[in-house]
């Protein structure tokens, strides 16, 4: 059982930052995938990045390649999602997400209650 909790959403305007965080505990895996995800009002769940452990490749959405940037404190089994110069289409629930394959679609085990990010114009 893993569980995950994120942390760091909130209200930026357009052009501004924000750094979510989210903490995962429980059962240790030596490889594994930890990922974001987030959905706005009306539709589904989108990819956003994933990121592969040990390793620690990447894979980004086109829609946040160059703004955003997944990395990890292994110390504090945290994996951080900065967002730079957010747009209003990046309003969503931002979810964290746990597996053992890099997927886009939302097929993850295990998953964090999300966390509000509102960008206005």
């Known amino acids: 059982q893993v569980q995950l909790g994120e942390f760091g959403g909130g209200l930026v305007q357009a052009g501004g930052s924000l750094r979510l965080s989210c903490v995962a505990f429980g059962r240790t895996f030596s490889n594994y995938v930890m990922a974001w995800f987030r959905q706005a009002p009306g539709k589904e769940r989108e990819f956003v990045v994933g990121?592969?452990?040990?390793?620690?490749?990447?894979y980004y959405a086109d829609s946040v390649k160059g703004r955003f940037t997944i990395s990890r404190d292994n110390a504090e089994n945290t994996v951080y999602l900065q967002m730079n110069s957010l747009k209003p289409e990046d309003t969503a629930v931002y979810f964290c997400a746990w597996g053992l394959r890099l997927l886009t679609t939302p097929a993850y085990d295990y998953w964090g209650q999300g966390t509000q990010v509102t960008v206005s114009s």
């Open positions: 990121l592969r452990w040990p390793g620690r490749s990447t």
